[in-house]
Structures are given as C-alpha cells and as structure tokens.
C-alpha cells in the first residue's frame, strides 16, 4: 500500500468515525459509499469486503466511554445495559445524537437528561424488561436531589397551620404546600426488586416483577436526602395535586377524590413532615414551580 494509499484509507476510516451517516452507508452498501474516491482496485476491494459493522461498535465504545461520567447517577440502567449483552450496541445507535449534543457543548446535566430521553424512545420494554423504568428510577432521584441542592430547595418552611384541628370547612381553605421537593413516578415493573437481582447477580429477564408500583422521590429539607415514599394510585394523584397555590379543595376537586380521603391523606402527611399547611392570604408566598 503506498503512503497516499494509506493515508485516503485512514481518511476514510476517520471519517466513518465521526460522520454517522456515511458510517450507515458503509455498513448497508460500501461500494456505493466509495464512490468518487481515488483508490486503486485492490484497496476498494478490501474496503468493500470489511466488516462495517465492527467499525460502527467501535464507535459505540468510544461513546461508552465518553459517557463515564454519567454511571455515578445512573449505574443501574447501565448494568442492566450489560447483562442484556446490548451496551455497545445502544451506545452506537446513540452516537449520532451524542454527536449533535457535543456539538452545543451542553451541561452534564443535559448529556444526562438527553441520554435518558433517547433510552426511553429507542429501548422496548417488551424486549428489554425492567431497563427503563430502572433508568426512571434512577433520574427521579437524582432529580429530586439536584433541585434540593439548591438554598431554596433545602431550607425547611415548617409545617405552617395544623390540619387535624381545623373544622371540615376551615380546613378545605387551607393551602397545603410540600416541605422540600417530591417527584412521583408510577412504574409498571419495580425497580428496586430489578436492582437487588443486579446486587446478586442473577438479574434477567426473569427477574423483572410486574406490576404497578408508585415511588415518590422526596428531598427531605430536615434531613438533607432523598427519600423514598412507598405511595398507592390514590394517594399519589393527591400529593400529585399540591403545588403550594391550591386550597385542599381544589385539590381534592383535581385529584377526584373524597373529601374525608384527601384530608386524611394531607393530615398524615402534615404528621409525617412531608406538607405543611398555609392560610390562603399567604399561599401566594409559595414557591409555585417546585415539582410535584
């Protein structure tokens, strides 16, 4: 191979690595892809003949890597990658979408949020049981943790005015608010049982339970971490409901239940720290884009 040979050759190499597209074309139909370049026949035939597709997971291991960073808050949803044998080949399905975001220099947090999102649209999780929502479990309490993190987001406002000696109507105008942030994500498999199976290395398939299970992800302000909440689909659309602007009527009108329900949920939490109460001339004091 001559040095001009050699060098058209590492050009084209290069250029597969980081152009998706011509990569893609490479791995379906090379002669077509080698059109238009200055190659002796023997060098157009070996490149005809080479394995692509061996090229396109070495690209999705440079992306692997480049995403190290990431697997402190998501380590889970990358063993699970592992033991369903598919990390290289996601992560080279993935590398067009890294690229653009490279290109915008964009935050961790971004990188974060952007890998979670292209998981969710590209993984089944018929094919690949209990990744997803593992991967949702993950991002639930990392971002209830990163919004605590925050001087607002950890500072405790107290439990305000005291539900359970209010009268039924007194208590419909009180405006209960969470004390720190919680997020509530409902699973249709458990997470955490998919997590134990990794911790003992018999994660599969098999492993994954089904059914639907409502996690919430408090930041707790007393204690400086991220609780979690073992909630039921009544409970969870209430808490869902309070925003620190609603009166515990609306509430309870939004979240469709009962009265006596929704006050006997807002009474244990208010017992437990996890709301507080306000009068409604102070409700607008409340920090109204604190998730919920």
Known sequence: MTTATAGAVNAILARSIMDPAFLA???TDPTSGLLGLDLDDATRSDLQCLDWSRIRHFTGFITKVHHN???PVLPYTRAILKAYRFEIEFFA???????????TASTRNDKISRFLRFLESEISPRDFPGLTDVARHEEARWLAGAAGSSTRGLSDPGAGEGL????SRDGLRLVPFVRGVLRIVRFDTDPEASIRAINQGCFGAGAVITRSRWIGYWMDPRKGCVRLLELDAGTSGILAQVDGRRSLATVNRRAGMAVPMTRGVLEVAQTQGLVGMDRPMRSGSRDASRPC
């Not at 359970?164 to 009268?167: D, E, F, K, Q, Y």
Request: glycine fraction near 0%; charge should be positive; hydrophobic fraction near 40%.
């Open 93 to 103: 399905r993935y590398r067009p979408t890294y690229l653009q975001l490279r290109a």
């Open 25 to 27: 074309m490479m791995c």
């Open 69 to 71: 960073d990431l697997w």
């Open 164 to 167: 359970a000696t209010r009268s």
